[in-house]
């Protein structure tokens, strides 16, 4: 089963506005990544933040994680059309040092669009 | 260039008709993998592999296969097509240590099963 859950499912702004998608999750984890997918393209990684970090900054982007609350946010500044895509938060789950295993799990994405 | 490559992009095929989906990463990434990408879904695992003759299945992996043979390769066969097997496939590849690390995406592959 699907572990992330983002929110909202679509989100449409002006141009210039910022951009707020939340993500969350059930378990426990290594980190949080949020990835960006331009129509029917491969995922492009945006940002990883590991599970002892509150927040994160590259460029425009602005993560945060709550680890208590089991929750990330993603906040894009300043938008530009070219922001336009869908955006994925995929955690590292906790059990994969324990199992060896290596797998993110995906919520179901942001659809994000930037009116001019 | 820095990159993971799939062949085809697009597949238009028919139940039964074995097919194979082929990923190469230019990068020595010990780990790759293998999801499928639905809409309401999301993304979901088939197999991974973390290293040359190490495979294990992830969440989906009924329908399918994969080999490890080379590090770069890790081809997906289908070896008997259904329509539920149409989807939007992507192979990932990032290096196995240190754990927190980025998965790099290919392009992704369309398969379309009559």
């Known amino acids: 089963s699907q572990q992330g859950e983002e929110d909202p499912q679509a989100l449409s702004i002006q141009e210039g506005e910022n951009a707020t998608m939340n993500c969350s999750y059930k378990t426990s984890i290594n980190n949080l990544q949020w990835y960006r997918q331009n129509s029917g393209r491969g995922l492009v990684h945006l940002i990883l933040?590991?599970?002892?970090?509150r927040e994160k900054h590259s460029g425009r982007l602005r993560v945060t994680l709550d680890t208590s609350k089991k929750s990330s946010s993603l906040l894009i500044t300043a938008s530009r059309a070219a922001d336009t895509a869908s955006y994925f938060c995929?955690?590292?789950?906790?059990?994969?040092?324990?199992?060896?295993?290596?797998?993110?799990?995906f919520g179901q994405g942001t659809r994000l669009t930037i009116n001019p | 260039e820095a990159q993971v490559t799939q062949n085809p992009r697009y597949l238009i095929t028919v139940t039964g008709k074995k097919l194979t989906v082929t990923c190469s990463q230019n990068?020595?990434?010990?780990?790759m993998s293998w999801y499928r990408q639905d809409p309401g879904l999301g993304l979901r695992q088939i197999y991974y592999s973390m290293n040359v003759e190490v495979t294990d299945k992830g969440d989906v992996p009924e329908g399918y296969k994969v080999s490890r043979k080379e590090k770069r390769n890790f081809p997906l066969i289908l070896e008997s097509p259904s329509p539920n097997q149409t989807s939007l496939y992507f192979c990932?590849?990032?290096?196995?240590?240190?754990?927190?690390?980025?998965?790099?995406f290919g392009p992704g592959t369309r398969l379309t099963v009559l």
């Open positions: 990932a590849s990032r290096r196995d240590r240190p754990i927190y690390n980025e998965q790099f």
């Open positions: 990068m020595n990434h010990e780990y």
């Open positions: 995929a955690t590292d789950p906790a059990i994969n040092l324990h199992q060896g295993a290596q797998k993110l799990v």
């Open positions: 933040i590991r599970s002892n970090e």
